[in-house]
């Protein structure tokens, strides 16, 4: 007889790996957690759908490119620019962003969502809680 301990960590299927589009989510609960995985330039990452500012489902928040200002010589600002190589989510309650790369606030770095590990293997995607 053997016995899992309640907090060991355990890889689950979460479905066919289609679910997961380049550049976009799929959010699906695995027992009591919502978990958002995220593909981002082939790679995915996947985060609970609780947001660090005040619990809202980040996950399902909309999926834009980061806005980085723009800077003349003095540092004075001419404007803003999409950058496509860092994808944010936008929380959907008060707009709290994270990048899908890191999971973390782009100006607080330490205000960060909770992820966790995801892989894929023979066509099937797996997150590890
Ligand atoms: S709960 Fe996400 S920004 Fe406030």
């Known amino acids: 007889m053997s016995t899992v ?27 009591e957690t ?9 790679t995915l990452y996947a985060y609970e759908n609780v947001c660090a500012h005040s619990g809202g489902p980040v996950c399902q928040g909309r999926l834009v490119p980061r806005v980085r200002e723009l ?10 620019a999409f ?6 989510i936008v929380c959907p309650w008060h707009g709290a962003e994270y990048s899908v790369t890191t999971g973390a606030h782009p100006g607080q770095p330490l205000f960060t969502l909770r992820g966790f ?3 894929e293997e023979g066509g099937t995607v797996y997150v590890t809680l």
């Open 83 to 88: 950058d496509e190589d860092d994808l944010h």
């Open 34 to 42: 919502t978990v958002g995985v995220f593909r981002f330039k082939g």
């Open 5 to 31: 301990h309640p907090r060991a960590h355990l890889r689950q299927a979460i479905g066919a790996s289609d679910l997961v589009p380049e550049g976009g989510r799929f959010v699906v609960d695995i027992g």
């Open 117 to 119: 590990p995801v892989d």
């Open 71 to 80: 800077l003349d010589d003095v540092q004075r600002t001419v404007g803003a």
